[in-house]
């Protein structure tokens, strides 16, 4: 499985975003879907997850009410649509897939596949 994440940008605050994780390879529906974040001199940390079966989701405390997660099984894309974004949403957000995953916070190391980041900036 190979991931391209696209979308990032730079918006004002309050601003919203969409990034796209589309991913190759004909299994990703076994695959739960993840969307992390780093900001310079910050830990890479989860912000969002859909399970493998789409029924079950992730938000971290920070994002939550602002951020939703979805996937299209059929274009095997994963998307973050990202609400009322506030200059502490700056990071570089990365998307990552873990066979029939654990919806929420699991060791870097436990991902299978990562796609490269895109660069989301919200200035205030």
């Known amino acids: 499985v190979q991931l391209q994440a696209s979308g990032g940008g730079l918006v004002q605050a309050g601003g919203s975003l969409r990034l796209s994780c589309a991913a190759s390879?004909?299994?990703?529906?076994?695959?739960?879907m993840y969307w992390l974040r780093q900001a310079p001199g910050k830990e890479r940390e989860v912000v969002a997850c859909?399970?493998?079966?789409?029924?079950?989701?992730y938000f971290a405390d920070s994002v939550k009410g602002r951020f939703t997660i979805s996937r299209d099984n059929a274009k095997n894309t994963v998307y973050l649509q990202m609400n009322s974004l506030k200059p502490e949403d700056t990071a570089v957000y990365y998307c990552?897939?873990?066979?029939?995953?654990?919806?929420?916070?699991?060791?870097?190391?436990?991902?299978?596949?990562w796609g490269q980041g895109t660069q989301v900036t919200v200035s205030s």
């Open positions: 990552a897939a873990k066979f029939r995953g654990l919806v929420g916070r699991i060791p870097l190391r436990e991902y299978d596949y």
């Open positions: 859909i399970s493998w079966s789409g029924v079950n989701t």
């Open positions: 390879g004909r299994t990703f529906s076994s695959y739960s």
